[in-house]
C-alpha cells in the first residue's frame, strides 16, 4: 500500500477508529488494515461489529464533488440491486453504508478529509496479475455481467463526476501544458515517451469521432475496470462483482473494455520495472473476449463490436500520457512511491500500446470470430 500523500499527518488507529465509527452499525472496531493498491483514494478495511467493510478517504483532488460520486454509487446500487432480486444470479453490488445520523453517506473530519465506507465482498479476492485463461475468461464475464446489470439504467440518471475522463484526446491539453511548465531533466526515457505521443496525438480521437458520427452511443459504464477491481469467488474462481464504482458515468463502453483488455492481457502487470518484456497476450486477450461476449455480446452494435481492437490501444496509450503528464508535472495525481515511478509506469503502458498496434490484424481477426460464434 503506497503513502497516502495528501494526508496532514499519518492516520493513527485511534483517528482511523473514531471515523469508522462515523458510520452506521459500526462499533467495536477490531482492526482497520490498509486494503488493495489503489493510485488514487486511500482504502482501509474495517472489522466491526457490523462485520467487514471497506473505509476510504477519497481524493479531493480527483473528487471535487464527492457528493455526486456517492449518489452515483447509490443510484447504480438500487437499479442493480431490483435486477439481481429477480434473477438469482450470484452477483454482488458493493452497497453504501450511511452516515450514524443517516444524514448521508460522506463523514468530513475536522481537517476537512472525505471519507466513505462501502460494504466489503465476501470470501472474494483478485488478482494483480492473470494466472491462466480460464480466469481472463472469467474476468471477461466479469465486466460482460456488470454492463448487462447496468446496461438498461439511463445515462441520463449518473452525474460526470470527472469531466473529460476517459475522452482520449481531451488529455492533450494537460500534457501540452505540463510539458511547457516542466522542471524535469529530459532523459532517455522521456524522449521516449515523447516521440510516441508526437507519432500518435494525431489519431487518438477515433472513438470520439465514432461517437460524433453516431456510430457509437453512450452507455452506463465502470471507468475503471481494471484486472484487480474484479472480483473473483474464493472458492469457485468465478466474478462476482465490480469494485470501485467512483467512475461510474455515461460514456463508451469501449474504455472499459479497453481497459479491461489492457490490464488483463499484460501479463507483467502494469506496476513491473521490466517495461521492455511486456507485451500484449492475445491468448488473454481471445479468452476475456470470449467471456466478455457470451453475456454481453447481444446489447452490442456490429460497430461497437468492431471499435474494440482501437479501444484497447487508444487506452493503453491513453493511461501512458496521463502517467507521463502526471509525471512531468511532479506527481500530483497518481500516488508514487518515488518521483520516477509515473515515468516507469508510461513506459509500461507505451510499451503495451506498441505490442498491441502490432498485433491490431490478429486482434481484429480475433473479434470478427467471436462476433460470429455468438451468431450476433
Ligand atoms: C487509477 O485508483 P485506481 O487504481 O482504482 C485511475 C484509473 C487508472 C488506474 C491505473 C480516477 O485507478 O483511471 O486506469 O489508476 N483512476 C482515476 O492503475 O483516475
Ligand atoms: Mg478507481
Not at 114 to 122: D, L, N, S
Not at 159 to 165: K, N, P, Q, R, V
Not at 197 to 217: F, Q
Request: proline share 5%; charged share 25%.
Amino acid at each position: 500500500m503506497q503513502k497516502p500523500q495528501f494526508s496532514l499527518a499519518a492516520q493513527t488507529d485511534n483517528h482511523l477508529i473514531t471515523i469508522a465509527e462515523a458510520f452506521e452499525g459500526v462499533s467495536a472496531v477490531a482492526a482497520v488494515e490498509p486494503l488493495g493498491s489503489g493510485n488514487i483514494n486511500d482504502t482501509y478495511k474495517v472489522l466491526s461489529s457490523r462485520g467487514t467493510t471497506v473505509l476510504q478517504r477519497l481524493n479531493p483532488r480527483v473528487f471535487t464533488r464527492p457528493d455526486l460520486v456517492m449518489h452515483n454509487i447509490q443510484v447504480l446500487g438500487e437499479h442493480v440491486e431490483a435486477k439481481l432480486a429477480n434473477t438469482p444470479q450470484p452477483w454482488h453490488m458493493p452497497r453504501v453504508v450511511p452516515t450514524c445520523d443517516r444524514r448521508g453517506a460522506l463523514h468530513t473530519t475536522d481537517s476537512g478529509d472525505v471519507w466513505r465506507m462501502i460494504t466489503f465482498v465476501p470470501e472474494s479476492h483478485s488478482v494483480d496479475v492473470v494466472v491462466d485463461a480460464q480466469q481472463a475468461r472469467e474476468l471477461g464475464i466479469g465486466l460482460g455481467v456488470f454492463h448487462q446489470l447496468i446496461n438498461d439504467l439511463s445515462p441520463s440518471r449518473l452525474a460526470d463526476t470527472l469531466e473529460g475522463f476517459h475522452i482520449t484526446p481531451s488529455y492533450l491539453p494537460a500534457y501540452r501544458k505540463a510539458l511547457v511548465n516542466t522542471t524535469v531533466e529530459p532523459c532517455e526515457a522521456s524522449e521516449y515517451c515523447l516521440a510516441f505521443i508526437r507519432d500518435r496525438e494525431g489519431d487518438c480521437d477515433v472513438l470520439e469521432r465514432a461517437k460524433e458520427r453516431g456510430e457509437l452511443p453512450l452507455r452506463p459504464i465502470h471507468g475503471d475496470p481494471k484486472i484487480n477491481n474484479v472480483m473473483l469467488d474464493r472458492h469457485s474462481g468465478k466474478a462476482i462483482a465490480l469494485i470501485d464504482l467512483d467512475t461510474v458515468k455515461p460514456g463508451l463502453v469501449h474504455y472499459d473494455i479497453g481497459d479491461c483488455l489492457r490490464s488483463c492481457c499484460n501479463r507483467l502487470g502494469e506496476e513491473t520495472r521490466d517495461h521492455q518484456n511486456v507485451e500484449f497476450d492475445l491468448e488473454l486477450a481471445d479468452a476475456i473476449l470470449a467471456g466478455y461476449l457470451s453475456v454481453a455480446g447481444s446489447f452490442l452494435s456490429a460497430a461497437e463490436r468492431r471499435y474494440i481492437p482501437d479501444a484497447a490501444r487508444l487506452i493503453s496509450f491513453e493511461l501512458g500520457l496521463r502517467f507521463f503528464s502526471d509525471y512531468l508535472q511532479g506527481n500530483t495525481y497518481f500516488q508514487v512511491n518515488d518521483p520516477q515511478h509515473n515515468l516507469r509506469r508510461a513506459m509500461v503502458q507505451f510499451q503495451l500500446t506498441a505490442s498491441i498496434e502490432a498485433q491490431l490484424p490478429k486482434l481484429r481477426h480475433l473479434l470478427d470470430r467471436h462476433a460470429k460464434a455468438v451468431s450476433i
